[in-house]
């Protein structure tokens, strides 16, 4: 399935872009400390925002390579942890995923 490559390669370079927006922001707030205390308050408030955005694009990012990898070795296909194929349904709707749909649930 060489589509599902392309498009998480394309995945990868848009966490990539998004983490790397994510810093420049909070680069820009370690700036003059010379602003008044509300305005402060908000921006500790977006920081909390933008560090969880921060996190989330960081575990996606982690995953998206992980399946790329897999695809590499020729088990894209594969559920990690039972070796049964995923299903092509479940590889569209999720094509990061590297486990199969009884393995992928929490018991
Ligand atoms: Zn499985």
Redesign the pocket.
């Known amino acids: 399935m060489a589509d599902r490559k392309v498009e998480l390669e394309g995945l990868r370079d848009e966490l990539i872009d998004r983490l790397d927006r994510y810093r420049a922001h909070k680069e820009q707030r370690n700036g003059p400390l010379d602003k008044d205390m509300e305005e402060q308050a908000i921006e500790v408030q977006n920081d909390d925002v933008v560090d969880f955005l921060e996190n989330e694009a960081e575990d996606e990012l982690r995953q998206v390579m992980h399946a790329l990898a897999r695809i590499e070795e020729g088990r894209g296909e594969v559920?990690?942890?039972?070796?049964?194929p995923?299903s092509p349904a479940r590889l569209e709707a999720l094509p990061f995923t590297t486990?199969?749909?009884?393995?992928?649930e929490p018991r």
């Open positions: 559920c990690e942890v039972c070796e049964e995923i486990l199969c749909r009884e393995c992928a």
